[in-house]
């Protein structure tokens, strides 16, 4: 049956990075190794300084044992996402036209009273002009 594991991105495995909370990326495999610092044969900054990138190179080149690989595994807590980060979108919208429709709509709207106050006088003389005959 297979084991599931938890997937880090490079960015959340690089933001451990203090003696308080210190992960190491090696082969894929992300290692919280915050209670090995101090039991480091080469020391803490070491570790310290592997934090943030991808450090297999940095091990591999360290010549380390057989049972330094293996007591890798207790401090193993989940591998390296493969998927590539997708960027975020960004949304603009679009300004709405402030050209002569919207201004002509805008002072319609706030001067409705002098084209309702023509129409009125136009039908008190419309029906005045009608009771003369």
């Given at each position: 049956m297979p084991t599931l594991t938890k997937l880090y991105s490079m960015e959340e495995?690089?933001?451990h990075n203090t003696p308080d909370d210190c992960w190491v990326v090696v082969?894929?495999?992300i290692y919280d190794v915050t209670k090995?610092?101090?039991d480091h044969p080469g020391g803490a900054d070491i570790l310290l300084e592997a934090t943030?990138?991808?450090a297999t190179e940095e091990f591999d080149d360290a010549g380390h044992s057989k049972s330094a690989k293996e007591l890798m595994q207790d401090y193993f807590?989940?591998?390296l996402d493969p998927t590539p980060e997708i960027p975020e979108m960004e949304v603009f919208r679009k300004e709405q036209d402030?050209?002569?429709a919207s201004?002509?709509?805008d002072s319609a709207v706030q001067y409705w009273a002098i084209p309702a106050a023509a129409a009125g006088i136009s039908i008190?003389?419309?029906i005045l002009y009608a009771r003369r005959k």
């Open positions: 495995a690089a933001l082969d894929g495999k090995y610092l101090e943030g990138k991808d807590i989940g591998e402030t050209g002569f201004k002509l709509m008190v003389a419309a």
